[in-house]
């Protein structure tokens, strides 16, 4: 009985081990960006507006020329008030240089961003450690990765 339950025993108990159950990864990476130049510009109308009291318009201006304007009862008191905005010229040509234009159109609103300077940035990869990344200029970004993941009995 006591050869039957250690044939038993260890039949059970002692399992042998396969590698293949465990698998080990390590992923490095640098990611390296330079900002592009970019410029967003929005066209603006024309407006015209003309507000008063005691006036009176023998023909109103705006766009296309001043207007004619009196004071309704002479020696009484008055206000005016005239605004024009003029519409931004259509620009339908760009000049390109080199994959930049050289001399953007500006309208009325508008939003300018200037480029990223490599300068010094860098980034490597090693074998043996950490990726390592070095700073560029303005409108640059560097990142560095490791990622390590060990399963065990997957």
Same mark, same amino acid.
């Given at each position: 009985?006591?050869?039957?339950?250690l044939l038993f025993s260890s039949v059970f108990f002692v399992t042998p081990v396969?590698?293949? $159950?465990?698998?080990?990864?390590?992923?490095?990476?640098?990611?390296?960006?330079? %900002?592009?130049?970019?410029? %967003?510009?929005?066209?603006?109308?024309?407006?015209?507006?003309?507000?008063?009291?005691?006036?009176?318009?023998?023909?109103?201006?705006?766009?296309?020329?001043?207007?004619?304007?009196?004071?309704?009862?002479?020696?009484?008191?008055?206000?005016?008030? $005239?605004?024009?905005?003029?519409?931004?010229?259509?620009?339908?040509? %760009?000049?390109?240089?080199?994959?930049?234009?050289?001399? @953007?159109?500006?309208?009325?609103?508008?939003?300018? %961003?200037?480029?990223? $300077?490599?300068?010094?940035?860098?980034?490597?990869?090693?074998?043996?450690?950490? @990726?390592?990344?070095?700073?560029?200029? @303005?409108?640059?970004?560097?990142?560095?990765?490791?990622?390590? $993941?060990?399963?065990?009995?997957?």
């Amino acid at each position: 009985m006591k050869r039957f339950l250690l044939l038993f025993s260890s039949v059970f108990f002692v399992t042998p081990v396969n590698a293949g $159950e465990i698998t080990s990864k390590i992923i490095d990476s640098v990611s390296l960006t330079v %900002q592009g130049a970019a410029i %967003q510009s929005e066209r603006l109308g024309a407006s015209y507006s003309v507000s008063g009291s005691n006036i009176q318009a023998t023909s109103f201006g705006g766009i296309g020329g001043a207007g004619t304007y009196d004071v309704n009862t002479a020696g009484q008191a008055f206000s005016f008030s $005239e605004s024009l905005r003029d519409a931004d010229t259509v620009v339908t040509t %760009q000049t390109v240089s080199a994959g930049t234009v050289a001399s @953007p159109n500006l309208y009325g609103n508008s939003t300018t %961003q200037l480029g990223g $300077e490599k300068s010094t940035l860098a980034g490597s990869l090693s074998g043996t450690g950490v @990726p390592s990344v070095t700073a560029g200029g @303005p409108g640059t970004t560097a990142v560095g990765q490791r990622s390590i $993941e060990l399963s065990v009995f997957k």
